[in-house]
């Protein structure tokens, strides 16, 4: 292990590829804490203190921003519009034909795929950066309204100068996405992912320190050796997956002979990844957004509907919530992987390469053979995802820790699948040098 580290080192392109990615990584990390023009950041350091960076219904982005978004910094936005941007490209293949028509098209089609999702992506930063200045103008960016400093976060309050955050913030979006496109071309791994797995990864220390301090030392030494655990039932579910044979017969073209292969289709147990996580959590938000912008701010009691949903979908630590959030990542596990695997295609395309599963018959028969074998695959890879994303909610009730626990939801996901996809491209390269890889 060590040596194949060292022989990383050794590498020239190897060694310039992983300094230029790392380089871009501080770089990252960097605009993460330069405050955004007109913030007062004194004022959002002791409100970050005092509220103990709970950040309310914005958690989720807070988390995919390592933390930037609640300093409101020039990166406070993070790569969650390119995030959000991309499922959506995603969505409209199904009900947009030239978008299905552009990702048949290969590489050409792709790339036209891709200037449609920047586009997309500064149209939502610019809208997320205008809800986040009207959020913190009001004082309810931290879920609070009782503190202070919480109500004084911009030093003016002119349109001018919201105007220059909204620029600013939607600026850095567009500069952390060129940054990811550059990792992605000149470095290691996808750039996108290596900085969601940066923002994240920053998130660890102040978590676990945070459950320190909270309940003790020994409780500290067992959730991490629970996440120790989990970690290593992750990578293994990560990596599980159906393999289906497929055979392709024998074609003679002129005097070569083609085909007469055999190989087979991958059918990963977790086809979804981590977008139902990030579907549900959005989804769950809107009830208590909703409520927040109808509390009355004369100090009135609320409406019975605020107050019912403040009881029991605000914190996350209520069954009821843990109930609909793990219901509502499994629906979405079922649709989105039926929007991302088309056993119709996957058949025609077989077919008309000569390829066949043995057993099956050729054209609709393999397409429901794959829609049956995908829809039991389907069902432990949804419950899988449903539990993983509870741990966090568990943890919240049990240990005192925040919504951001490391050991579960998307964190872990994020975290333990770029890590393998990372890993999988540093090990690559050195095969193709060394004919020996970084794991053995």
């Keep these: 292990m060590f040596s194949a580290i060292a022989r990383i080192f050794r590498t020239p392109d190897l060694r310039r590829k992983i300094g230029f990615t790392l380089g871009i990584i501080a770089i990252y990390r960097f605009g993460a804490h330069v405050p955004a023009p007109f913030i007062s950041y004194p004022n959002v350091q002791s409100c970050l203190d005092q509220t103990a960076g709970a950040g309310g219904l914005l958690s989720l982005v807070n988390l ?3 933390g930037a978004l609640l300093q409101l910094s020039i990166f406070a936005l993070g790569v969650m519009p390119y995030i959000t941007a991309t499922i959506i490209t995603q969505l409209l293949r199904v009900v947009i034909p030239h978008f299905e028509t552009l990702h048949k098209e290969g590489q050409a089609g792709q790339a036209k795929l891709t200037q449609y999702t920047r586009y997309l992506t500064i149209a939502l930063a610019l809208l997320q950066s205008t809800t986040l200045v009207t959020v913190a103008r009001s004082g309810q960016l931290f879920g609070v309204t009782d503190i202070a400093e919480c109500n004084n976060l911009l030093t003016n309050t002119s349109w001018f100068t919201q105007a220059m955050i ?3 913030l939607t600026a850095g979006t567009g500069l952390v996405m060129w940054m990811a496109e550059l990792v992605t071309e000149r470095g290691i791994g996808n750039g996108m992912s290596l900085l969601i797995f940066t923002s994240i990864a920053a998130t660890f220390p ?3 320190g945070a459950i320190w301090a909270a309940r003790g030392f020994e409780i500290f030494l067992l959730v991490l050796a629970i996440g120790i655990v989990i970690v290593a039932l992750v990578v293994f579910v990560e990596q599980s997956q159906r393999r289906i044979p497929v055979q392709y017969a024998k074609r003679m073209v002129g005097r070569r002979t083609y085909g007469g292969t055999n190989t087979y289709i991958p059918i990963k147990v977790n ?6 996580v990030i579907f549900a959590s959005s989804l769950l938000y809107i009830p208590a957004l909703i409520a927040q912008f109808n509390t009355p701010t004369d100090g009135s009691a609320p409406p019975e509907w605020v107050t019912w949903i403040g009881q029991y ?4 630590d209520h069954p009821l919530y843990m109930a609909v959030y793990f219901l509502l990542i499994v629906g979405f596990t079922y649709f989105y992987v039926a929007i991302t695997f088309n056993p119709v295609d996957v058949a025609d395309n077989m077919k008309k390469y000569g390829g066949f599963i043995p ?3 050729a054209g609709r028969p393999t397409a429901e053979y ?6 039991r695959i389907t069902f432990p890879g949804s419950i899988y995802l449903g539990l993983i994303a509870l741990i966090p909610l568990i943890a919240l009730a049990t240990v005192q ?6 050991f579960g939801g998307a964190s872990i996901l994020i975290i333990v699948g770029v890590g393998l996809e990372t890993v999988k491209q540093i090990d690559a390269q050195l095969q193709q040098r060394h004919y020996e890889g970084l794991l053995r």
């Design 359 to 361: 057993g099956v018959r």
């Design 370 to 375: 794959l829609d049956f074998v995908l829809t």
């Design 313 to 316: 979908f605000t914190t996350g």
């Design 206 to 208: 102040g978590a676990l």
């Design 271 to 276: 086809m979804a990844g981590v977008v139902p």
């Design 166 to 168: 909204i620029i600013t």
């Design 64 to 66: 995919f921003s390592g």
């Design 401 to 406: 820790a925040n919504q951001n626990f490391p």
